[in-house]
T-cell receptor, first 115, second 113 residues
Framework: GAGVSQSPSNKVTEKGKDVELRCDPI?????LYWYRQSLGQGLEFLIY????????KSGLPSDRFSAERTGGSVSTLTIQRTQQEDSAVYLC?????????????FGPGTRLTVT | AQKITQTQPGMFVQEKEAVTLDCTYD???????LFWYKQPSSGEMIFLIY??????QNATEGRYSLNFQKARKSANLVISASQLGDSAMYFC??????????FGTGTSLTVIP
């Protein structure tokens, strides 16, 4: 079946502009995560959605970042008034809440460059 | 507080040899899961192996095994018979009871021919 997809794959934007990053999780996966990975660094947790529960926004670095998940499926991460330090790869992952491994399946990421 | 610690920023191993990548974790949850992911230079994150906190035996998946020492809170990844294609970043991760994931800073593995 289809894996996690993300769009766009690459995004170049000017400082101060808003951007929207999209994630389509694996069908049936109730958990969805957003991470940020700067060049050569580990994964920085941003936000976590689980079913219809209120999202865990504890990782969002500032109020310029927001995310929503419509209908328990597709998610959009929005960065307002982008700054150069927002340049990174944004990874989305989904997971099924079942017994067993419940590993995360990652999308290919969106590479954001703020000029 | 850092939940996952990977103390080896970079490791080298000779082709066909075994290598151990270290990972320690910190949690007070009685139930948790431990994961290893591989990230090649192409950037995708590839799930390798999983260990549940209640699992009695160490997990194995082909050439990958997880050396789980619960009392020491360590979950080291062992790669046997290293191949050139194993060169990549390796991330250790933990899932807590709230299904939140925590990732380490990663270890860069280079396999030398």
């Amino acid at each position: 079946g289809a894996g996690v997809s993300q769009s766009p794959s690459n995004k170049v934007t000017e400082k101060g502009k808003d951007v929207e990053l999209r994630c389509d999780p694996i069908s049936g996966h109730t958990a969805l995560y957003w991470y940020r990975q700067s060049l050569g660094q580990g994964l920085e947790f941003l936000i976590y959605f689980q079913g219809n529960s209120a999202p865990d926004k504890s990782g969002l670095p500032s109020d310029r970042f927001s995310a929503e998940r419509t209908g328990g499926s597709v998610s959009t991460l929005t960065i307002q008034r982008t700054q150069q330090e927002d340049s990174a790869v944004y990874l989305c992952a989904s997971s099924a809440i079942l017994a067993g491994a419940q590993e995360q399946y990652f999308g290919p990421g969106t590479r954001l460059t703020v000029t | 507080a850092q939940k996952i610690t990977q103390t080896q920023p970079g490791m080298f191993v000779q082709e066909k040899e075994a290598v151990t990548l270290d990972c320690t974790y910190d949690t007070s949850d009685p139930s948790y899961g431990l994961f290893w992911y591989k990230q090649p230079s192409s950037g995708e994150m590839i799930f390798l192996i999983y260990q549940g906190s209640y699992d009695q035996q160490n997990a194995t998946e082909g050439r990958y095994s997880l050396n789980f020492q619960k009392a020491r809170k360590s979950a080291n990844l062992v790669i046997s018979a290293s191949q050139l294609g194993d060169s990549a970043m390796y991330f250790c991760a933990m899932r807590d009871t709230g299904n939140q994931f925590y990732f380490g800073t990663g270890t860069s593995l280079t396999v030398i021919p």
